[in-house]
């Protein structure tokens, strides 16, 4: 016998069952078995049914071992969401442009977003996955607008007045109605509306008729350093280049130093005025500009000279009138005052040693330098030039004959130019304050920070005092809580000053229109009031208005006003509501595109001050 015959407290068909099921697996792995007639002989069990129960042990098998975890769930009972699905395709009618797909990119307007939000409010009762299903948008971009903020994915215009053109008409509705990106309106028009006009031509239509503010990036700010490729010279007599140099000469053993003012012209590099003083001063340079105006007829539209205090004394100021612009050069950069600096440097390698042997005293010494001085300019100007087709100095001055035109233009960007160094002058004085450079000096020594030009030190220089020391507490803090990126250095720390100097200037400029406003009482102010008052509705829905109305971008008194009557708002409501209210309206702000990142951040942090105070 294979099976010993043993007491057991299962059914003998139940064991003959078991037996049979094993059988094939027994035999499979090589292992001993017995077989069908010795099982049954020694259970006792029945053929039939011993064999019956064997399929079914076999087909139970499988549900015996399921993968570690938790069983699914069960399905959900199937919901209709196809009313939900109507209102969107309702909206996307009425708002055309609100949500846009192009490859695998979805662009959706503050508006769309804020409606979707909405939805979502009604339909608490609804899961994400279904939700999302139903509004058409992607998982992941409906949890972004739920639960966390989003970063923002990445001259006077003539048009012809007429009222009655269809063309103009049909875009400035569209527009109207439009709340997507310019860009893929101006497809839109060109595709839908059939009609064929550029994106600058949408664009002047729209700035005229409908009042469209392209939003532009910040220019740079007026820096000395930004000045390269900048030298232009417009046409003889455009602008001269006036400068000193000192000049050495020997007489009878004794050695006398004069200053040598030289005058020139810029577009020609005719050496068109001098003077020769023991001393360079305000007298050099009127002295020297007029030996210009002799010498050519007319006095230049401009005179460029370096930042020496005499060089714009009241007496030049005086010699150059109304009829020449004074521009100053860039300090540390010779290159902006090139043609006079190359005169200079080419008498330094042509003229031999100025010795002179004789009884004379200073005057004569002065003579003298005078003289030699005068011969080599003359002879200068009159030097055939190779690069400017064996023309002298003298017939390019004297043969170039600018239009009025040409006159005009030069006038207007010489006067651009002065404007520009003039601002660059302030900055650079502004960055010369010797309690922020000492601060800065000693910053970047502690900090390890390279700055072998200056440059970034000097930018920071350039802000106010406050917030050069907000923005070393702020880098010096993020480092010892480990927040930096691993590559902060100057320039990090110069982005940190800027932003706090930035944001302080906003909220200084909204608290002192705040205080005004609320002093006078005035209409605006008293407007605001009233359209707060006169906005009807259950608290979400008048939550729901005033964060909208707070980030219209309508300035920032209406900004506060409107987040204040948010904040209030909230704390109207019982203590158990606030917290589901306000997590409302944070998300109602974040969903709002449109406006800036950083605004987004300071209109949540402002409701959360004024419904949650500390102190």
């Not at 996955?129 to 992607?138: D, I, Q, S, T």
């Not at 043609?339 to 004569?364: C, N, S, W, Y």
Request: glycine letters at 6%; charged letters at 25%; one cysteine or more.
């Amino acid at each position: 016998m294979v099976v010993a015959s043993q007491p057991s407290g299962v059914a003998p068909v139940l064991e003959a069952a078991l037996l049979l099921a094993a059988n094939p697996s027994l035999a499979r792995l090589g292992l001993p078995h017995p077989n069908a007639a010795q099982v049954l002989e020694a259970t006792g069990a029945g053929r039939t049914q011993a064999y019956e129960l064997s399929r079914r042990i076999l087909a139970f098998l499988p549900a015996l071992l399921r993968p570690p975890g938790r069983p699914p769930a069960p399905p959900s009972p199937p919901v209709d969401t196809g009313a939900i699905t109507r209102e969107v395709l309702a909206f996307l009618r009425a708002h055309p442009g609100s949500a846009i797909t192009a490859g695998t990119r979805h662009t959706y307007s503050d508006g769309f977003r804020r409606f979707v939000l909405d939805l979502v409010a009604r339909h608490a009762d609804l899961d994400r996955v279904r939700l999302a299903e139903a509004v058409g948008v992607p998982l992941d971009t409906l949890k972004d607008w739920l639960d966390a903020p989003a970063p923002v994915p990445a001259p006077k215009v003539t048009v012809e007045d007429d009222a009655t053109d269809a063309r103009i008409a049909s875009i400035v509705e569209g527009w109207r109605r439009w709340e997507g990106p310019f860009s893929v309106f101006c497809v839109f028009v060109r595709a839908e509306l059939r009609i064929p006009y550029g994106d600058t031509l949408i664009g002047r239509i729209l700035a005229v008729r409908a009042g469209r503010r392209p939003k532009r990036r910040p220019g740079r700010s007026p820096d000395e350093k930004a000045m390269r490729k900048a030298m232009v010279f417009f046409h003889a007599g455009a602008q001269w280049f006036q400068d000193g140099s000192p000049i050495t000469i020997t007489l009878n053993g004794r050695t006398f130093t004069f200053s040598w003012e030289l005058a020139v012209d810029g577009w020609s590099a005719a050496l068109v005025g001098a003077c020769l003083r023991r001393e360079e001063d305000a007298r050099a340079v009127v002295q020297a500009f007029e030996d210009g105006v002799i010498t050519t007829g007319a006095k230049p539209l401009a005179l460029n000279t370096d930042n020496y205090a005499a060089n714009h004394a009241p007496e030049v100021a005086a010699a150059l009138a109304d009829d020449t612009l004074h521009i100053r050069t860039t300090l540390g950069r010779p290159q902006t005052d090139a043609p006079v600096e190359g005169a200079f440097g080419l008498f330094q390698q042509t003229a031999p040693p100025l010795v002179v042997r004789g009884d004379t005293d200073e005057e004569l010494a002065r003579a003298v330098l005078a003289v030699i001085l005068t011969v080599y300019c003359r002879a200068t100007n009159h030097r055939p030039r190779n690069d400017r087709n064996g023309r002298s100095r003298v017939q390019l001055y004297q043969g170039d004959q600018p239009t009025d035109e040409q006159i005009g233009a030069a006038k207007a960007q010489l006067e651009e130019r002065r404007r520009r160094q003039e601002l660059a002058f302030h900055t650079r004085r502004a960055r010369l304050d010797p309690i922020v450079r000492a601060l800065l000096d000693e910053v970047f020594v502690r900090l390890g920070f390279d700055d072998p030009t200056g440059n970034v030190k000097n930018a920071i220089a350039g802000y106010p005092h406050d917030a050069v020391l907000a923005g070393i507490a702020t880098f010096e803090g993020k480092r010892d809580a480990g927040t930096l990126p691993p590559d902060a250095g100057p320039r990090y720390l110069l982005g940190i000053v800027r932003n706090i100097a930035e944001r302080d200037e906003g909220l200084a400029v909204a608290r002192h229109l705040w205080e005004r406003r609320v002093q006078a009482r005035d209409g605006a102010l008293r407007r605001l009031v009233a359209n707060r008052d006169a906005t009807a509705g259950a608290p979400e829905e008048r939550l729901r208005v005033f964060i909208d109305r707070a980030l219209a971008d309508d300035g920032a008194l209406s900004r506060d006003f409107w987040l204040a009557a948010a904040g209030d708002a909230v704390l109207a409501e019982a203590p158990e509501r606030q917290r589901a209210l306000y997590d409302r309206a944070a998300r109602r702000v974040h969903a709002t595109f449109r406006a800036d990142l950083r605004d987004r951040h300071a209109a949540v942090r402002v409701l959360a001050a004024r419904i949650f105070a500390v102190a």
